[in-house]
């Protein structure tokens, strides 16, 4: 890559970061669950940007091992003390109620109270999130400093009131869905469950947004299917209901905590060497950054269930720093600071890089295998005998013209000359121009 | 593995090494060889341990390329000086006579005695160990510091008497059989033709029947199949006489050297990764020891047999110190305080584990394998929102269901996630009860 | 190996060494390009050592992509100034001349003459080597010091004299043929088109001679085809009209560049581990000199023919230091100077050990493979109990007898053993007269 696209690609970067910053902004108060009106509310939202569908599945609905839960709604959700004073409101931070808490209008002593109260004694201004999605009772999330402050006033009563109902509503999710050449599909998945933080996972959903109007402007070789679920019962209930059109999936990501300052990680699918592995490991080594490849591990998020064993997709995890290890994870700190516009454009840059290669990836087969094209004829050298000062370019179209007998894709190719894809690609859109590169897909959806 | 169960292992370990060690000091005076009285006498003691089966094949039996030789008996055996000193005697040591020497009685010269006696200059108070029983001749082994002695004599007569008899008589070896739910056997083979060596190999000898007591007292899946057999000549002969048998032989080790201080050393099968190699490797990974291992190589002890091309058994070498590298062996510094009671402990239970995996290592089939199974209704985790905080156990839980594909092993999953197997056969014994998991091998004979 | 089989090969090495340095000083002052009367010449002095036939290939001729180009015949070519003074001139060094220079002469003003000449500015003495084989125009070479000189004396006019000319003429090559037992070949290629260049190719030119002249003299198991060609076109040429009996290439090697004091490179061939480079590799390995083993790229000299996706032979190129890493590379500086006769003799019995590695690399089958045979009966053991005290050759017995399965072949065993293949081939022919191995290609034209 030159200096000059280089360049242009940053400032690219920059205004799409600062845009989808302001999108996450738009969304980070709206309280999220893995049901219910914050959810809805979210995709309408995203509908401004992306032609995606709404699908709500009825509670009760059965999605393999699991069933669609009751629809969870809060109006207001507080503490108060005797003098009335609301000492934790939901009105404040919607991280102060843990998700599917039941209704309760009582008063409870300090004794009691302190049952149901979850902080974080190492980050004493940091409110927890929690959600309890399969269990009763109730319980509210607040800062270590407010815990002790209300410990000190010793056992006191204090009402509580949490105005919520469990009822047979449905679970939310949206879908986006981009037609290309072949029918063979790129999955891109997200969720949606969580209230007001901010990379987990407004990041994963600004960028996939991001990823669907790049590739909505395109004509692509693969179709693309983005999915904004709600984690764990979300992405089972898509693949419980969309079972038939699995073996279409090619290729998918898996979008999560990719705003935060730390460097990229890549969490490889189940197959340790699918091709969207190999892709994304080419892509990291040829960028400028540092990051880091992770092996396949049955934990984390919703790759969990692309990867099970009966499911099975080739599909990796795109992070920065990993779920569960940094503090801020499902925190207040997990706010809009944390956030950072040119994480989100370098995110969104780094999963671009991975799909083109995708798009590219395919096999030729060498016009002209018997000995070497005469290339200066064509003018691809600038003279015959100089056949060892060829530049960059020249170099890698003898790459691929050596190794393009059907057997080596580009990427291979790429792996084998340590060279940027893109050089690659190039090189070869040089050759099929020259007519010395056959495609030996002409069906790229017969491909592999 | 809890510290408590550490804890009571150690224990076990130090009864058994105890016991083992009692065991070995009553083998140690007997005068074993590749034949005789010596080998009946030690493998009787065996016999109020074990089931144990004593085999005699006659001398001259054809065994592949070899014939079983004569046998030898020696009763006494000295060199004796002009006042009728015996300046040396097999009274003294077993190790003083050259194994298979011929029968003397005669006055022989200081300068045409010193032709046949053996020393160590290096170690000076030490008596080598030596045997000769395909060539004639005679010998003795002294301590170097006796050989100067005698030299300091000058030349003067001395008398040698060797009341030794090479007899149509028979090779024994001793032969326990556990019958297991399978017909497939492990085959677990050791030397006893050495006559008062403690570590080579009176430490193998007592760990194989240690092996033996606790295989026999559970239920198995394999049949096991204890062999005591001369080295070499002994290997040979069973093989020969036992070839029908040998496909329904899986896994195997031979046991030698298992006695002495050194760390654990394993010499992998010819095969390089027969499963038997794969499981001891993660056996000691795991373990809180130091290890080696080392790969395949045609020498050694009866590996070099189990393992030649046409027999080719998945059988590996389990030793401490090994043979030859280390100044005691083959001399009679390889003596009863040489052998240490922990050592033979531990190789007693390493072997078990080995063996442990190897039972246990099937394959199964997730029966929920479209997304997770719902644990928290099971009783599996403590609540869905929480899949991240398992500890150790769940996570094994979640391991074993990722890929119990049936293309899995148990030590495949081991192996991939870095968990001592233990902990995967537990969760493995968790799924079975939750019928989660379905064993692909009904008849287990049938594995691989 | 001995010292004093080490000792003799060294002497070998000296004398060779001086003799191909011989030949190298009487080919180095013709004037050789891709075609042409110093391309004959050189190939008749070559005839004088190998019975090599000379081949002719019309100008004009249809190979592969490319076409058999005219032949250029220069006369005279110089600079004369206003005084008639020739300031460059070919007669004192036929780099002077661009290859393929069109005839010309003309007055020419410095301004214009200055843009046809070629020099090396960081090294000011040294004239550089160009061609311009399928380019038309003219130019010299010279160096920068005569540059300047010119420089200095301003905006002057010059005489410039080309006597050339381009005719349907042919391109020539030489080839020798060496029958051996098999049809089956390996192929040495080697360039001969650059003028007074000495490592560059002079080097390859007089090894290639004398493992043509080595194994001329011996009755080998594959046939051997050395060939003399102008690189590239001359590769493609000789590829083109050959290529009915590529199938019968198993081997190969491009030399190039092998008589300079640099250590050893080995550039593997397009299949990477094709048997060359295993052989190559494992003999660099034992030998005591350092070396370096790169992976194929399609650059570099004619192994981008050989090796071409369409051609694919298993070759690989030997070269000391690699072509255009060197300062004195395509200069004048690569003159008999830089040529060192150790290191052509250093290379030839590189060459040569490598080919008999090949020569000698079949498979076979052990005939007692039940067990170990008794090698003590057979001699090449001293007695049955000390199994471990053979020296190296009585283990590379034991290494042979116990991979010796059908599936192995030598240089498995000798890679496995970590052995010098010497000592695995020794071992393999002491077993072969004790009829212990069998050779499981009867026809080596079948063999792999």
Redesign the interface.
């Known amino acids: 890559m030159s200096d000059t696209t280089q360049h242009a690609r940053v400032e690219g970067e920059n205004s799409s970061g600062e845009a989808m910053y302001q999108l996450a902004c738009e969304l980070f108060p709206f309280h999220r669950g893995i049901t219910g009106p914050g959810v809805r509310a979210s995709l309408k939202v995203l509908q401004q940007h992306v032609p995606l569908q709404v699908h709500e599945v009825p509670s009760g609905t059965s999605?393999?091992?699991?069933e669609v839960p009751k629809e969870w709604r809060v109006g207001s959700a507080y503490i108060a003390d005797a003098e009335g004073n609301h000492v934790v409101d939901i009105a404040d931070s919607n991280l102060h109620i843990i998700?599917y808490s039941d209704a309760i209008d009582a008063t409870v002593a300090w004794s009691e109270l302190r049952t149901h109260l979850v902080t974080l004694p190492k980050h004493r201004g940091w409110i927890p999130y929690?959600?309890?999605?399969?269990?009763s009772g109730w319980g509210f999330c607040l800062t270590h400093r407010q815990f002790e402050e209300l410990e000190a006033r010793g056992e006191v009563d204090y009402r509580v009131v949490i105005d919520s109902e469990l009822i047979d509503g449905a679970l939310t999710y949206g879908e986006i869905y981009l037609p290309g050449a072949s029918k063979d599909e790129v999955l891109i998945s997200t969720h949606v469950c969580h209230p007001s933080l901010a990379n987990d996972n407004l990041s994963g959903i600004v960028v996939a947004t991001w990823i669907a109007k790049q590739f909505a402007s395109t004509s692509n070789r693969y179709s693309y299917r983005f999915i904004f679920v709600p984690a764990?019962?979300g992405?089972?209930t898509w693949?419980?209901l969309n079972?038939k059109g699995l073996p279409s999936i090619r290729h998918g990501l898996v979008l999560t905590g990719v705003g935060d300052s730390g460097s990229i990680t890549y969490k490889r699918s189940?197959r340790d060497c699918a091709e969207i592995d190999r892709a994304t490991a080419h892509v990291l080594a040829h960028s400028a950054y540092p990051y880091e490849i992770r092996k396949f591990?049955?934990?984390?998020y919703d790759e969990?269930?692309y990867?099970?064993?009966?499911?099975?997709l080739q599909m990796g995890c795109l992070m920065r720093s990993p779920?569960?290890e940094y503090p801020e994870y499902h925190t207040s700190a997990d706010n809009l600071d944390f956030l950072r516009p040119d994480a989100l454009a370098g995110s969104l840059e780094t999963a671009v890089e991975i799909l083109s290669v995708l798009e590219a990836n395919t096999s030729y087969v060498?016009q002209?295998?018997?000995?070497?094209?005469?290339l200066?004829?064509r003018g691809l050298y600038r003279?015959?005998?100089n056949?060892?000062d060829g530049g960059a370019a020249q170099?890698a179209v003898?790459?691929v013209?050596?190794?393009?007998?059907g057997h080596h894709s580009l990427l291979d190719i790429a792996e084998r000359?340590n060279l940027p894809f893109d050089q690659v690609r190039h090189a070869t859109d040089v050759l099929i121009e020259q007519q010395l590169l056959l495609d030996v897909n002409v069906d790229v959806g017969a491909t592999e």
Chains 1, 2, 3 share one sequence.
């Open positions: 999605v393999y091992d699991w998700g929690r959600s309890s999605h399969f269990e764990t019962i992405a089972i693949l419980a079972a189940r591990e049955p934990f984390g969990r269930q990867c099970s064993p009966g499911i099975d779920n569960g060498n002209n295998p018997m000995c070497e094209p005469q200066g004829r003279s015959f005998g056949l060892n170099r003898q790459w013209l050596s190794y393009s007998d000359a």
